[in-house]
């Protein structure tokens, strides 16, 4: 069987964003930053291609 190589540069793009806008609510609200923390590991795992 063949192997495919996926392209991973969106996926790497959407999950700096998301460790972005975590440190920027972090900064501004605190308490809510951990509403993007799904978003983070979601984003590297379809980065380094695990899931």
């Known amino acids: 069987m063949e192997e495919t190589k996926k392209s991973t540069g969106i996926y790497w793009f959407l ?28 984003g590297l795992a379809k980065a380094l291609d695990i899931m």
Do not use: D, E, K
Request: some cysteine; charged content about 5%.
């Open 15 to 42: 999950f700096l964003l998301s460790v972005a806008a975590f440190f920027i609510l972090y900064r501004f609200i605190g308490g809510v930053c951990i509403l993007t923390l799904p978003f983070v590991c979601t």
